[in-house]
């Protein structure tokens, strides 16, 4: 099942690099820009995420927090984070129930590698509530950040 447009955002609670635990529910109130990413250390992953640290301002000004999901442990995103000096959570699907619950896994991903996070942008309002849904087929895409930007300023 696919989380889409008008749904209620599914709640989670995962490990972030530092170790601590983050829910989506701490969020209440403020809207997130929700990023799952297949894979750290790899070139589009690192081309998305250091996009949203140099703009990070601009989203915190339209009342947004970003949260990144990949299923790498945290100890891999924890040494990606300090290496690239992301200025967000990055947090640990290890073992991909969240990204089973929002529909953004890959059944084979390169490499026979299985079960990676399709790179996904969702937007979601104060209230829990899905304003935002893009999931990549193709892992070499960014997700629009123009439609991201907007839908957050029609949120404000």
Do not use: H
């Not at 609670?13 to 990413?37: C, E, H, I, M």
């Not at 829990?128 to 957050?152: C, H, K, M, S």
Request: hydrophobic share 40%.
């Amino acid at each position: 099942m696919t989380v889409q447009i008008g749904d209620k955002a599914p709640n989670f609670t995962l490990r972030a690099s530092d170790k601590s635990q983050v829910s989506l529910q701490d969020y209440r109130g403020q809207n997130v820009v929700l990023l799952f990413f297949p894979l750290a250390f790899t070139g589009v992953c690192t081309k998305e995420l250091c996009y949203m640290r140099d703009s990070l301002s601009e989203y915190e000004n339209l009342n947004a927090r970003v949260l990144a999901i990949s299923v790498d442990s945290l100890f891999a995103l924890d040494k990606w984070k300090q290496e690239q000096q992301f200025n967000f959570p990055l947090l640990s699907d290890f073992n991909k129930t969240v990204s089973k619950k929002y529909g953004v896994l890959y059944k084979d991903f390169v490499f026979e590698m299985k079960g990676v996070a399709k790179r996904s942008a969702f937007v979601i309002d104060r209230d829990g509530i899905v304003r935002y849904a893009e999931i990549l087929e193709n892992a070499g895409d960014l997700p629009n950040f123009d439609a991201i930007r907007q839908t957050l300023q029609n949120l404000v």
